[in-house]
């Protein structure tokens, strides 16, 4: 079936009971045991429960999966990824990522004795160089966040698999619809929920999918015994979000392209980095590895922070706020936000300049964006 039929059905059939068309919200924290020597699929909601179950098999569908596990947050869902490492283990991670994710592999795992490197670039000749003995995975975002590079998941995965490394691969900004990490190679796909697949800033939520039963034993483990579980509600909205997801990333991409084109035009704007764009470095791999290029943009400007200090001032339409993939556009700067909890260091080292604007692009009329933008970048 196709991707939009998966989401509104697989996974999420009628409730046998009343009829209902949506899947009810199991808002219960406990189920009633046949006798002490028998229990029925769901037993504690710690450990499973009805929504949760409809949530992780479509979203598992949606990425083409065997198994997807959700979690209360993104970070969450990271962090379960990570629990099939052990003391010893080394990561390879890519420069250019999310706090979020830099945090716990610097404030989490290299404490329990989890060692990351991360990579010049986004090139296969960088990940390998980075390579050890004790190298047991890959943590890859591509797009990446905030500067939207690329890499080329496919040929990672088969330099991966050669020599016995995991490949993770954060999907959060393409969504499954414009990318499928697991068909191109990767072990395992985490996402954070409240992005995209959400898609309405109402709920956070992460997810982890693999086809992989022995990986997906460990997560499920994890997530049983740590307990970073999402809300029955905050599954339902998710699987809510998941049903427009298809028409909503179109919307995106489409809008996100139009002002990506706008800006790189403008004479107040020094480089847009964004993979539907053919000035864009890796513009070809774009095309090869996604179906779409998303809905995120991120653009330096002329003159350094002063400008964009001055440029989210005068913004109306674009809410300076954290996160992104909801219907309203938001603007970011990802020196004093995104990233801002590294130390000026480290965002040089990845290229983080304090003049760079990050955009979610939202579903506003797209002419109504551009206005917004040109008057807020007018001296």
């Known amino acids: 079936m196709h991707f ?54 479509t979203l598992a569908l949606l990425e083409n999966g065997r198994h997807g596990l959700a979690f209360a947050s993104g970070v969450a869902a990271t962090l379960a990824a990570l629990q099939v490492l052990k003391t010893g283990d ?42 050890r003995p004790e190298t047991r995975m890959i943590w890859l975002e591509t797009p990446s966040n905030p500067l939207l590079q690329l890499t080329d998941i496919a040929a990672l995965a088969g330099f991966a698999r050669d020599r016995g490394i995991l490949l993770a691969v954060d999907n959060t900004f393409s969504s499954p619809y414009f990318q499928k990490p697991l068909d191109l190679g990767a072990d395992i796909v985490v996402h954070s929920t409240t992005k995209y697949l959400g ?22 483990n ?23 997801l298809k028409v909503r990333m179109k919307e995106h991409e489409a809008n996100a392209l139009h002002l990506a084109r706008f800006l790189e035009r403008h004479p107040a704007v020094e480089r847009v980095h964004y993979p539907g764009l053919p000035s864009h470095p890796q513009h070809e791999l774009a095309k090869k590895q996604m179906s779409g290029f998303g809905g995120m943009l991120t653009f330096a400007m002329k003159g350094g922070l002063p400008e964009v200090e001055k440029l989210v001032s005068k913004l109306r339409l674009f809410i300076l706020a954290d996160s992104l993939g909801g219907v309203e556009s938001l603007v970011a700067s990802p020196a004093k936000m995104t990233l801002g909890a590294l130390s000026k260091e480290e965002r040089m080292k990845r290229n ?22 040109l008057q807020a970048l007018r001296d």
């Open 90 to 131: 080394h990561i390879v991670a890519g420069n250019d990522i999310y706090g979020g994710s830099y945090r716990i592999f610097e404030q989490l795992m290299r404490p329990w004795g989890v060692s990351t490197t991360y990579t010049e670039d986004e090139s296969l000749e960088s990940y390998a160089a980075c390579i």
């Open 222 to 244: 994890y997530q049983g015994a740590a307990g970073a579980i999402p809300a029955p509600w905050d599954c339902w909205l998710v699987l809510r979000g998941l049903k427009t």
């Open 199 to 220: 898609g309405h800033s109402d709920v956070i939520g992460g997810a982890v999918i693999t086809t992989d039963d022995q990986l997906h034993t460990k997560i499920k």
């Open 4 to 57: 939009e039929t998966i989401a509104i059905h697989d996974g999420q059939a009628p409730d046998p009971q009343t009829g209902s068309v949506t899947v009810p919200v199991y808002q219960t924290s406990t189920f009633e045991r046949d006798n002490l020597d028998h229990r029925k699929e769901f037993f504690y909601s710690r450990i499973g429960n009805p929504t949760r179950k409809a949530l992780e098999s």
């Open 352 to 373: 983080c300049t304090d003049n760079l604007v990050r955009l979610s692009i939202g579903l506003e009329n797209p002419e109504d964006l551009e206005a917004d933008l």
